[in-house]
DNA sequence: AATATAATTCCACATAATGGAATACAATTT
DNA sequence: AAATTGTATTCCATTATGTGGAATTATATT
């Protein structure tokens, strides 16, 4: 009998945190899905040899998922034998963004954050240990996505990510980031837990988080959290500019139109998303 | 028992059309896939019921598919009680977009192209009886994505949906379109299939589709086909304009810059995307 | 042509999903 | 505040559905 093999019955997603106990893997379904994580972790199209090494599944089993994984537009199979993620989920992913209501309610004001400052500003909601980038709006010189939306990226080293971890306490957030490590991105980059738990302790006074040249050299942000209630929603919102052209001063003087919109905001969140009580 | 029970084992994808027989439902994972397809339809968030009622699944067992979607992170579970499509989605579809081979060898070509007519280009893929974009480089005015990646729009009433229709000969269009409707968006949408055959005869002649205002009034575009060996990858190009700002007679000028830049993207396919034979 | 490597199919078997019905929960109404 | 309706969630005996080791077929390499 496999040691590996999932228990599926009962792996119920804490509400509380939203972090799944287990490596989601749900029964039928987590084994599909282990597939497109492989696949997705490689950022590169897979043969099927290349993803059994990979994976918890035997041939037999995953080779089956897979066949139904292309079925259902989830995985392409390529001409040559390779395999990359399908279109289907680029037309779900479509329509996930185009409806979801937190970002609905955020889109005109962070445009009109954008238009303030003139620099670009980014939408990112925390999920795991990461955030995931949820909308951009750009300024003027479209210097092509570097972040794009869709993009995760890790809390710890983004301005998004420090203000969304800011609207947990801080048992919550040693919790949530025990086992991470922390990559040093640039010499700047937070490089321990209780590093970034201090820090977070000056943001949850100010209301307003930096990216000090953590995550890209070269680039920093001023960010603002925003939460929902029972922080069932966590996010952040920033201006971010290239530091030649923006000095820090000058990030210092749009913080309090960040932290503003990040308010209004808020605000109308608690207007909209939550359940009469 | 059941009559619409699927019959799972054995419902093979066609590798000539893509077009799959049975409408997606291969056993657990296309159990799944109906409730995100749902939610995808409905373009809002549902509650448990009124998923329940478009759906062909019993109460108990469509619960435990979304909870199990839930704890994969397709599906996000509101406070409301209302449920939306996970980030998780969004998630994956970045790396499919960064990853696609396809797009990547486009990009270079289409921005060029971009950058000759100062308008914006479209590169859309054929799936099914639709057109997903790919990939989208914008002119200077930023006017917001109207046409975002990802988004499905029908073959019939696009220059790119026409441009790739025309790879394939008639027989196989009339099989893929066969039991299609076709919507009147603007007065100048084709129709009718017959219609629709009658113009990819003039395209496939050409090598030049034309979208005259038949999707979105006031706008129009120039597209060509972009297509590999045995039409395993069939897409389109095209550089669109608001017809206040450009005139037809301008955007036929367009039209050999168009199909030159499909031109030198096949060729690329051909050298890097094919087995060797 | 022969060998090696990788992809796909098969099928007896048991686990994992099913689904009808009961229960818990939430929102209105009286 | 209690009753009522509507909605979400859990249960569990049953079996259909997915499993996985091994055989087969296809593709690449020597």
Redesign the pocket.
Known sequence: ??IL?????KN?ISRETGIKPGTGD??????GMEVLEIISSAGRPM????I?DRSS????????????LVSEGLLA?NA???YELGLKLLELASSAWSSNEFRKIAEPHIRALQAETGETVHLGILKGRQIIYLDKVEGQQSVRMHSQIGNASPLYCTGVGKAALSAFPIEDVRKRLGDTEFFRFTPNTIASLDALVDELADIRRSGIAWDREEHEPGIHCVAAPVYSQHRHIAAGISATAPAFRVSRGQLAEWAPLVKNTAQQIMKEMAARLS??T
């Not at 093999?5 to 019955?9: E, L």
């Not at 749900?26 to 084994?31: C, F, P, S, V, Y």
């Not at 043969?47 to 290349?50: E, K, L, M, Q, V």
């Open positions: 009998m496999d093999k999932s228990t599926n019955r119920p749900t029964g039928t379904l987590g084994k043969r099927f040899t290349d059994l599944q035997p041939r037999g089993t995953l080779h089956r998922q897979m066949t139904n199979a040559d034998h390779s359940p009469r």
